[in-house]
């Protein structure tokens, strides 16, 4: 498996929102984990805490507008609110993003808009920056640009490799989504009219 691939399997930010999910003081519940392919690691993490999955393989369907509707059918069916996107690897249709707006939100590993699309951390080490990390966004239909709500900066080591600054951004991210997620659950944070991040308490 190529790195990358290696720690999107391992359903280690689904595992941190589970965890944050399941403290007393947590605005949010995690009714359902949705997975676009069968026997992956989070679906076991699920099964675990007792949270009720679902698989909808994107290679059975013939358009990504069919495969999306499915995904659509079943966070309705089970009354979801708010979509956190782990390791979700397929590219959402403009209609499911404008029909979520606002109630989707992806971790990137890079301080966006700085090293969009995959190999995030390899970007990063080749780029030869010293300070990198990784970011919550909303998710907008362009890929990997939608409003920042969280953000993590974690240093770049001269010994670093992308497996060793991987691991580095990933425990950031363990801490960052947990975060961003209460922050949106409890109404702390929303997505403006104007697309942008609007926060309560700030004047
Ligand atoms: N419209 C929209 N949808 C997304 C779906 C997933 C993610 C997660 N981060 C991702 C960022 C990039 C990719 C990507 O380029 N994958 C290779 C092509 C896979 C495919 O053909 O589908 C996937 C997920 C982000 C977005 C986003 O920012 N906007």
Known sequence: ??????????????????????????????????SNKPGVQGLKRASLAGIQTRVVDHKLFGSRAEFDGTIDRVLEEFGVELVCLAGFMRILTGTFVKKWNGKLLNIHPSLLPSFKGV???????QAGVRVTGCT???????VDAGAIIVQEAVPVLGSDTEESLSDRIREAEHRAFPAALELVASGAVSLGEDGRISWKSHS
Do not use: W
Not at 137 to 142: G, I, K, M, S
């Open 1 to 34: 498996l190529k790195m990358s691939n290696y720690s999107v399997l391992l359903g280690t930010n689904l595992q941190a929102l589970i965890e944050q999910a399941k403290r007393p003081c947590s605005s949010a519940e995690i009714v359902v984990v949705i």
């Open 119 to 125: 190999n995030a951390q390899k970007q990063a080490l």
């Open 136 to 142: 919550v966004h909303f998710v907008a239909e362009e």
